[in-house]
């Protein structure tokens, strides 16, 4: 039977460490790495109730894209989110196991998923940090083209693709067709999109002032949620698990969701 390390191994052969950004955590962040896994549950994130249902069904494993820990841990109590999640995953023999940012960058990854979802052709990297053992480029970024739109018809069909309860855009008016892709906080990236001339970018986690430099500079911008423009890679952590260990019952979390509320 196939262990928490060897499915660790397996992952990060499919997704290497090297793809990650230097800040980032990445791997094996709680658990034995010699237990036997016979069940893994896949989520976005590590949240408690994604525990609680790794819990509930048995699972050894939660394989999810955000880890728990970013920064050093001082200590492992009840009295903070990181320690009870922490505690909870010990105290019932569960490992976590995540791929962050070098998910984020890595072929077939968040944003390659990202733009097949929004039905992107012609898709590069933008700026490639890098190529991998096949030769494939990797980054942050990826761009492509769509038939032209109106950026409010097109919104739509990000909200209506992405499953977004509700997003919000800045028109710099210019219709839609090259269209840079950044799941979850990409907003700093707005000068790459600007270099490989864009007219429009979809990511999230926007702030104020950059709806307002975006438009300024030309760029169509479109905040369709961290959790909506991510949790598409769900398929992919899933697809690699089961290619590597076919005996080996994997599960997506029915319990997670953006816990974001619109009026």
Same mark, same amino acid.
């Given at each position: 039977?196939? %262990?928490?390390?060897? =499915?660790?191994? &397996? ?5 290497? &460490? ?35 249902? &790794? ?8 394989? %999810? ?5 970013? #920064? ?7 009295? /903070? ?12 023999? =569960? ?16 944003? #390659? ?8 052709? /012609?898709?590069?990297?933008? #700026?490639?940090? *890098?190529?991998? @053992? ?15 739109? &109106? ?8 909200? $209506? ?23 979850? /906080?990409?907003? /700093? ?20 002032? $950059?709806? @307002? ?8 911008? =479109?905040?369709? *949620?961290?959790? @909506? ?9 899933? $697809? ?24």
């Amino acid at each position: 039977m196939q %262990t928490v390390g060897e =499915i660790r191994n &397996a992952l990060l052969k499919a997704v290497p &460490a090297e793809m990650k950004y230097d800040w980032d955590n990445v791997g094996l962040l709680c658990g034995r790495a010699d237990r036997p896994v016979r069940r893994a549950l896949v989520a976005l994130d590590p949240t408690p109730d994604v525990l609680e249902e &790794a819990k509930a069904c048995g699972a050894e494993l939660v394989v %999810t894209h955000h880890p728990l820990i970013f #920064e050093p841990v001082k200590n492992v109590t009840d009295e /903070s989110y990181t320690g009870r999640c922490l505690l909870f995953l010990i105290e019932n023999g =569960i490992a976590a196991v995540n791929l962050h940012t070098n998910l984020d960058c890595a072929p077939g990854g968040v944003n #390659e998923l990202l733009a097949q979802t929004l039905g992107l052709e /012609s898709v590069e990297v933008l #700026e490639p940090r *890098g190529t991998d @053992e096949r030769g494939r480029a990797w980054g942050l970024l990826r761009a492509g083209f769509t038939p032209f739109a &109106a950026l409010p018809d097109f919104a739509a069909q990000v909200k $209506q693709k992405l499953g977004c309860p509700g997003l919000r855009f800045a028109d710099a008016h210019r219709p839609v067709r090259h269209v840079a892709v950044g799941g979850g /906080s990409c907003g /700093s990236e707005l000068d790459a999109v600007v270099r490989a001339g864009c007219d429009t970018f979809v990511t999230a986690d926007l702030k104020y002032h $950059q709806f @307002e430099e975006a438009a300024y500079r030309g760029v169509n911008l =479109i905040d369709a *949620g961290h959790f @909506e423009t991510e949790n598409p890679v769900c398929a992919r952590l899933e $697809q690699i698990l089961r290619a590597a260990f076919p005996d080996l019952e994997v599960l997506r979390a029915k319990n997670h969701k953006d816990e974001t509320q619109f009026l």
